[in-house]
């Protein structure tokens, strides 16, 4: 490792929760990682400290004007007690596209990757091993500047938290068996539009969809499954994750191009799957009209979500606009889900490339 960071130990660690009875995101460890940014000094001060409450001025930033910017990965226990990240270096990417979109200064690659590594060792007798379990990775970057302007800030805080986690959907660690969700086309509300942060991973595009999410609940649904805002007739992602349409069996995902769709990590990862295993895969538009049409025909042969919390989601059953749709669950997510949580949890060797050990220091 090229940096170093200070360390302040907990005085008081926490007792570990439960591993069967882990809930997204709900536990954190005993540390987290914290360093700076100001102008003269650039991204300084790394350091691990207990995890707990920052205190920040009222008027910080991203409290009044929300900027604010969020990775999402995890690392995994193998087998052999090794931990092991998942293609970290397309979480520092994004992260800095994020920060070019939201007008948030650049983290050299090298020195984030150093501080998820240093944390992850620091808490990794943290890192669940059952199988489904792993170590959510929450890296996270705040304006703390205590301004009411409306202009880009020149104070940053970068923090990273990490949280012990089971199955997203709650269905407990350790069941192979993938739960189909409830999909709920949203025809009213938009999430991004051509222009706008669709691709940034920001908490201003989460909070915007809070309400569709609420409104499909109280429906019964899972999930949304979003279209374009301009027209509302392309298929684009799902809650928080990508959405993939396996139709007359080949596997459609929304195009990138326009800056709507966040470039998921575990997206990326499945059409590399898909490619090399000959499996026909495109990246193009797909109307919503054409997968109703689709399961008429009788063509529509799996529908899933990727990300990193969930990893491979299928679903169930889609509504829109009051139409409901049953979809079978199928072996091509089922075969994603498999390959990727087995080289992640080091089960299946790993040819792409993917992993990255952290090195116990
Ligand atoms: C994070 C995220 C995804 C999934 O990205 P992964 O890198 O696969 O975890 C998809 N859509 C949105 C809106 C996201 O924020």
């Known amino acids: 490792m090229k940096h170093s960071f200070s360390i302040t130990r907990s005085t008081n660690p926490k007792q570990k929760p439960n591993p069967d009875k882990l809930v997204f995101g709900e ?3 005993d540390h987290m990682f914290i360093m700076d940014y100001s102008k003269d000094k650039g991204w300084h001060d790394g350091r691990i400290v207990p995890y707990g409450p ?4 009222p008027a910080a930033a991203v409290f009044q004007y929300a900027i604010e910017m969020f990775e999402g990965m995890k690392a995994y226990r193998t087998d052999t007690g090794k931990v092991q990240l998942f293609r970290p270096d397309m979480n520092i ?3 800095n596209n994020t920060n070019d979109r939201i007008c948030v200064p650049r983290i050299d690659p090298d020195l984030m990757l150093d501080a998820i590594k240093a944390i992850v060792d620091f808490d990794r007798d943290w890192i669940p091993d059952r199988p489904g379990t792993s170590l959510y990775i929450r890296p996270f970057i705040i304006a703390d500047e205590p301004y009411l302007g409306v202009h880009p800030a020149k104070h940053f805080l970068f923090i990273i938290i990490l949280s012990p986690v089971g199955s997203y959907y709650g269905v407990g660690g350790g069941s192979n068996q993938l739960p189909a969700t409830k999909i709920y086309v949203e025809d009213k509300y938009a999430r991004t539009a051509v222009g706008g942060t669709g ?9 915007i969809s809070l309400k569709a999410q609420e409104e499909a609940a109280e429906k ?3 999930q949304v499954l979003w279209l374009d805002s301009a027209e509302k007739k392309y298929v684009q992602e799902i809650g928080t994750s990508n959405a993939f349409f396996v139709i007359n069996n080949e596997v459609i995902t929304a195009p990138l191009d326009d800056g709507t769709i966040l470039p998921g990590i575990t997206r990326d990862s499945c059409l590399a799957l898909l490619r090399k295993w000959g499996i026909p895969c495109s990246e193009r538009p797909l109307t919503i009209e054409a997968v109703y049409q689709a399961a008429e025909d009788g063509t529509l ?3 899933f979500a990727s990300g990193t919390a969930a990893v491979i989601s299928p679903v169930g059953e889609i509504c ?4 409901k749709i049953p979809v079978k669950t199928g072996p091509i997510a089922q075969r994603l889900y498999d390959e990727l949580t087995g080289i992640q949890t080091g089960k299946i060797p790993d040819t792409m490339g993917w992993t990255v050990e952290v090195e116990k220091i």
């Open 27 to 29: 536990t954190f460890t």
């Open 54 to 57: 920052i205190s920040l001025e």
């Open 93 to 95: 990417k994004r992260t």
């Open 199 to 207: 691709a940034a991973k920001i908490g201003a595009n989460y909070v």
């Open 220 to 222: 019964g649904y899972d």
């Open 301 to 303: 042969n799996e529908v």
């Open 320 to 323: 829109w606009k009051g139409k």
